[in-house]
Protein backbone atom coordinates (compact mmCIF):
# COMPACT_ATOMS: atom_id res chain seq x y z
CA UNK A 1 0.00 0.00 0.00
CA UNK A 2 2.62 2.36 0.98
CA UNK A 3 4.35 2.34 -2.92
CA UNK A 4 1.34 3.03 -4.38
CA UNK A 5 0.37 5.67 -1.86
CA UNK A 6 4.12 6.94 -3.06
CA UNK A 7 3.69 6.66 -6.84
CA UNK A 8 0.71 8.44 -6.28
CA UNK A 9 2.07 11.55 -4.64
CA UNK A 10 5.36 11.50 -6.76
CA UNK A 11 3.03 11.35 -10.09
CA UNK A 12 1.21 14.75 -8.00
CA UNK A 13 4.59 16.15 -7.36
CA UNK A 14 6.08 15.40 -11.17
CA UNK A 15 2.95 17.42 -12.54
CA UNK A 16 2.55 20.46 -11.15
CA UNK A 17 6.07 20.53 -11.85
CA UNK A 18 5.21 20.04 -15.11
CA UNK A 19 2.42 22.51 -15.35
CA UNK A 20 4.70 24.75 -13.46
CA UNK A 21 6.83 24.91 -15.66
CA UNK A 22 4.82 24.67 -19.36
CA UNK A 23 3.29 27.46 -17.08
CA UNK A 24 6.33 29.78 -17.19
CA UNK A 25 7.72 28.90 -20.59
CA UNK A 26 4.28 29.67 -22.17
CA UNK A 27 4.14 33.35 -20.36
CA UNK A 28 5.96 35.63 -22.81
CA UNK A 29 9.18 37.86 -21.67
CA UNK A 30 9.29 41.20 -22.35
CA UNK A 31 12.11 42.39 -23.98
CA UNK A 32 12.81 46.00 -24.83
CA UNK A 33 16.06 48.14 -25.68
CA UNK A 34 17.97 49.18 -23.07
CA UNK A 35 17.41 53.30 -24.14
CA UNK A 36 14.11 54.34 -22.90
CA UNK A 37 11.34 54.57 -24.94
CA UNK A 38 8.41 56.70 -23.93
CA UNK A 39 4.64 57.41 -26.19
CA UNK A 40 2.13 60.18 -24.98
CA UNK A 41 -0.73 58.99 -23.36
CA UNK A 42 -3.35 62.10 -22.47
CA UNK A 43 -2.78 65.43 -20.94
CA UNK A 44 -5.20 66.60 -18.69
CA UNK A 45 -6.84 70.57 -17.72
CA UNK A 46 -6.96 71.29 -14.13
CA UNK A 47 -9.40 74.28 -13.56
CA UNK A 48 -7.98 76.53 -10.59
CA UNK A 49 -11.92 77.04 -9.39
CA UNK A 50 -12.80 79.75 -11.49
CA UNK A 51 -13.08 78.87 -14.90
CA UNK A 52 -9.16 79.16 -15.36
CA UNK A 53 -6.90 76.77 -16.86
CA UNK A 54 -4.14 76.60 -14.36
CA UNK A 55 -2.32 73.33 -14.06
CA UNK A 56 -2.58 70.23 -16.51
CA UNK A 57 -1.28 66.30 -15.79
CA UNK A 58 0.82 64.98 -18.51
CA UNK A 59 0.56 61.53 -18.74
CA UNK A 60 3.43 58.81 -20.39
CA UNK A 61 4.15 55.39 -20.96
CA UNK A 62 7.71 54.77 -20.90
CA UNK A 63 9.48 51.03 -21.62
CA UNK A 64 13.12 50.77 -20.58
CA UNK A 65 15.13 47.20 -21.53
CA UNK A 66 17.59 47.53 -18.36
CA UNK A 67 15.16 48.73 -15.75
CA UNK A 68 17.19 51.89 -14.72
CA UNK A 69 14.67 54.72 -14.93
CA UNK A 70 14.95 57.05 -12.00
CA UNK A 71 16.84 58.71 -9.39
CA UNK A 72 16.69 58.63 -5.80
CA UNK A 73 16.65 61.78 -3.55
CA UNK A 74 20.32 61.10 -2.95
CA UNK A 75 21.39 61.04 -6.51
CA UNK A 76 23.18 64.41 -6.56
CA UNK A 77 26.27 63.69 -6.48
CA UNK A 78 28.11 63.90 -10.43
CA UNK A 79 26.61 63.37 -13.07
CA UNK A 80 23.29 64.12 -11.12
CA UNK A 81 24.58 67.17 -9.31
CA UNK A 82 22.19 70.16 -9.02
CA UNK A 83 23.40 72.64 -12.38
CA UNK A 84 24.07 69.81 -14.45
CA UNK A 85 21.98 68.39 -17.30
CA UNK A 86 21.33 65.34 -15.67
CA UNK A 87 20.11 66.67 -12.78
CA UNK A 88 16.62 65.97 -13.58
CA UNK A 89 15.73 62.82 -15.57
CA UNK A 90 12.49 64.16 -17.02
CA UNK A 91 13.10 67.39 -19.68
CA UNK A 92 9.94 69.34 -20.72
CA UNK A 93 9.63 72.36 -23.53
CA UNK A 94 6.77 74.39 -23.09
CA UNK A 95 5.53 75.85 -26.13
CA UNK A 96 2.65 78.68 -27.65
CA UNK A 97 1.21 79.17 -31.19
CA UNK A 98 1.58 82.81 -31.63
CA UNK A 99 0.00 84.14 -34.68
CA UNK A 100 0.40 80.80 -36.36
CA UNK A 101 3.61 79.64 -35.37
CA UNK A 102 4.47 77.57 -32.55
CA UNK A 103 7.17 79.47 -30.14
CA UNK A 104 9.37 78.03 -27.70
CA UNK A 105 8.95 79.58 -24.28
CA UNK A 106 11.45 80.12 -21.42
CA UNK A 107 9.20 80.04 -18.73
CA UNK A 108 10.81 81.69 -16.07
CA UNK A 109 11.16 78.28 -13.70
CA UNK A 110 11.31 75.15 -15.31
CA UNK A 111 8.60 72.36 -16.23
CA UNK A 112 11.35 69.85 -15.68
CA UNK A 113 11.14 66.91 -12.90
CA UNK A 114 13.38 64.13 -11.22
CA UNK A 115 11.26 60.58 -11.68
CA UNK A 116 11.98 58.22 -8.48
CA UNK A 117 13.31 55.50 -8.77
CA UNK A 118 10.48 52.92 -9.83
CA UNK A 119 9.38 50.41 -7.44
CA UNK A 120 9.77 46.94 -7.54
CA UNK A 121 12.87 47.12 -9.92
CA UNK A 122 16.36 46.55 -9.22
CA UNK A 123 17.89 47.50 -12.64
CA UNK A 124 18.86 44.62 -15.11
CA UNK A 125 15.41 43.84 -15.86
CA UNK A 126 12.63 44.89 -18.49
CA UNK A 127 10.18 47.98 -17.12
CA UNK A 128 7.40 49.53 -18.29
CA UNK A 129 4.61 51.87 -16.61
CA UNK A 130 3.13 55.26 -16.65
CA UNK A 131 4.47 58.57 -15.43
CA UNK A 132 2.39 61.54 -14.79
CA UNK A 133 3.37 64.81 -14.20
CA UNK A 134 1.85 67.79 -12.48
CA UNK A 135 2.36 71.00 -14.81
CA UNK A 136 1.84 74.92 -14.62
CA UNK A 137 0.50 75.66 -18.28
CA UNK A 138 -0.79 78.95 -17.70
CA UNK A 139 2.01 81.48 -18.87
CA UNK A 140 -0.17 84.47 -17.31
CA UNK A 141 2.60 86.85 -19.03
CA UNK A 142 1.21 85.89 -22.28
CA UNK A 143 -2.41 86.30 -24.32
CA UNK A 144 -1.77 83.73 -26.28
CA UNK A 145 -4.47 80.13 -25.39
CA UNK A 146 -2.90 77.64 -27.26
CA UNK A 147 0.39 75.85 -26.39
CA UNK A 148 2.34 72.47 -26.43
CA UNK A 149 4.65 69.98 -24.79
CA UNK A 150 7.60 68.43 -25.85
CA UNK A 151 9.09 65.67 -23.16
CA UNK A 152 11.79 63.30 -23.10
CA UNK A 153 13.47 61.05 -19.87
CA UNK A 154 16.92 60.24 -19.01
CA UNK A 155 18.08 56.99 -17.65
CA UNK A 156 20.69 55.94 -14.94
CA UNK A 157 22.77 55.40 -17.71
CA UNK A 158 22.41 58.84 -19.29
CA UNK A 159 20.38 57.03 -22.27
CA UNK A 160 18.29 59.75 -23.71
CA UNK A 161 14.30 58.42 -24.92
CA UNK A 162 12.52 59.67 -27.65
CA UNK A 163 11.12 63.14 -27.71
CA UNK A 164 6.77 63.27 -27.65
CA UNK A 165 5.10 66.00 -28.52
CA UNK A 166 1.54 66.59 -26.92
CA UNK A 167 -1.59 67.75 -29.41
CA UNK A 168 -2.27 71.37 -29.03
CA UNK A 169 -3.91 72.59 -25.30
CA UNK A 170 -6.44 75.52 -25.85
CA UNK A 171 -6.51 76.88 -22.48
CA UNK A 172 -9.35 79.11 -20.60
CA UNK A 173 -7.18 82.10 -19.69
Not at 81 to 87: A, D, L, Q, T, V
Request: with cysteine; charged share 20%; net charge negative.
Amino acid sequence: MKTIASGIQFSIKLLIILFLLAHTACQKKEDFPDTPQIAFLDFTKIQNGSSVDNKGILSVSFTDGDGNIGLAEGDTLSPYNPGSPYYYNFYIKYYERRKGTLVLVDLPSPQHARIPPIVGTSGNKPTKGTIDIELFINNYSSPYDTILFEAWIYDKDLQQSNVIRTPEIIINK
